[in-house]
């Protein structure tokens, strides 16, 4: 593959890595409890890994053709946004002075940021739409190892952004307890539109 390519895939990747949306609410929710940031924008990078695995190994096109298949998927991962953001609405973030030790474990954190971004159809049908479209078939490289090279390059771009914004709202709002409580409001409520978004495109 050339760099060329690359670069293209990279800037059209950045333009969805730069829009806010349910992970972005989820590293600035890990800013404001302290010290989670890493392990919830890993667990949201280990999603990104399965969805580019599963296109890079044919699946992903199979999977696109079962809409009952789609359809459970986004039902799961929009109910799991929805239970989130309630979760947030009811109980925002109020960071204290020691406050990190008592934010939940890393284990936990990590694991709700896969399910965050491996339920979350969208993230599947960018990587089956996008994927294929910057590979070259003439290319000494297979196609399967050309879509993995491109899905970490969104990997890395997302793990940049993520990081800035989770440990940019840590150091923000940290010594600002009232609008901390704004923001994890502000979150909860973009997680529960983004489910209720989902719904609606999958039902009506």
């Known amino acids: ?25 989820y590293a600035i929710s890990a800013g404001i409890k302290g010290r989670r ?25 199979v999977i696109a053709g079962a809409p009952s298949v789609l359809t459970v998927l986004t039902v799961a991962g929009a109910g799991y946004l929805l239970l989130l ?33 491996g339920l979350n159809p969208k993230v599947f049908l960018l990587f089956l739409a996008l994927l294929p479209q910057f590979t070259d078939v003439h290319a000494a490289w297979p196609l399967s190892l050309q879509m993995i090279a491109l899905g970490l390059v969104h990997m890395i771009s997302c793990g940049v952004v993520y990081l800035l914004v989770g440990y940019g709202s840590g150091t923000v709002l940290r010594t600002r307890p009232r609008a901390a ?24």
């Open 85 to 117: 953001g309630i979760g947030m609405l009811r109980h925002p973030s109020a960071p204290a002075a020691g406050q990190s030790d008592d934010a939940g474990s890393r284990l936990k954190w990590a694991l709700k940021g896969f399910c965050i971004s």
């Open 37 to 61: 940031v890493v392990p919830a924008v890993a667990g949201m990078l280990s999603g990104h890994l399965v969805a580019t695995l599963i296109v890079a190994a044919g699946v992903g096109s």
């Open 181 to 204: 409580q704004n923001v994890s409001r502000i979150s909860g409520g973009l997680m529960i539109l983004i489910a209720v978004l989902l719904l609606a495109d999958q039902f009506i």
């Open 1 to 25: 593959m050339s760099l060329s390519m690359f670069a293209a895939f990279w800037a059209v990747s950045a333009l969805f890595v730069i829009t806010p949306g349910a992970d972005w609410a």
